[in-house]
C-alpha cells in the first residue's frame, strides 16, 4: 500500500497570506490528523476528521481549519498567516476509529517570511 | 490537560550499548502510551505502544515499560546500532472513539560506530 501523501513538500508564503495544504491517507483509512511541529513547541495536535466530520479539535485558534472529503483526503487552511506559523505541518491516518496506530506522512514545511 | 514530560533531550551512546528514554504523564485516565521515532526529513514512525492493561511491552531490540501507579513509561533499546540514531518522541492518550495525543518534546538519540 501506498503511504500518507502530502502535498506541497514545501511552502514559502508572507505574512497575511493564506495556504492550503494536502493530504491523501492510505487506503482505506477514514481517520485522518493534522500536527503542527516546532522547535519551540514540538508535536501538537491541530484536528481529527473521521468520515467527513471534524471529531475533535486541538487548542488552536480559528485561523486553523480543514476539511475531508467523500474520499477521505484532507486539507487544512491556515488564514491570514503569522511568522509563528512557520512549522512542519503532519497528517496521520488511521483505520480504526478508536485510536491505535497513526502512519504519518513527511509533512509540508511551511516557511511564513 | 494533559502534560507529558520526557527525558533525556539527547542521549548519546556507543554502538552495542543500551539506551533508555523515559516519560512521564499526569493525567490518570490515559491509557494509550506510543513511541515514535522520527528519522531527519521524515515522519514520525509507530515503533511500539502498550496499553494500561499491560506492564511490558517488547519487540525484538525494542521494549516499554509502564508503571500506572507512578504515571511513567520508559523506551528501552538494547545493542543499538547506528541507524537507531534519530529523534524519538513519547505520547499519552485516552481511548474512546478518538485520539488527541499529547506528545513529550522528544529525544535525540545518537548512535557512535
Known sequence: ?113 | GENVEQHPSTLSVQEGDSAVIKCTYSDSASNYFPWYKQELGKGPQLIIDIRSNVGEKKDQRIAVTLNKTAKHFSLHITETQPEDSAVYFCAASTSGGSYIPTFGRGTSLIVHP
Open chain 1, 1 to 113: 500500500k501506498a503511504g500518507v501523501t502530502q502535498t506541497p513538500r514545501y511552502l514559502i508564503k508572507t505574512r497575511g497570506q493564506q495556504v492550503t495544504l494536502s493530504c491523501s491517507p492510505i487506503s482505506g483509512h477514514r481517520s485522518v490528523s493534522w500536527y503542527q511541529q516546532t522547535p519551540g513547541q514540538g508535536l501538537q495536535f491541530l484536528f481529527e476528521y473521521f468520515s467527513e466530520t471534524q471529531r475533535n479539535k486541538g487548542n488552536f485558534p480559528g485561523r486553523f481549519s480543514g476539511r475531508q472529503f467523500s474520499n477521505s483526503r484532507s486539507e487544512m487552511n491556515v488564514s491570514t498567516l503569522e511568522l509563528g506559523d512557520s512549522a512542519l505541518y503532519l497528517c496521520a491516518s488511521s483505520s480504526r476509529q478508536d485510536y491505535n496506530e497513526q502512519f504519518f506522512g513527511p509533512g509540508t514545511r511551511l516557511t511564513v517570511l
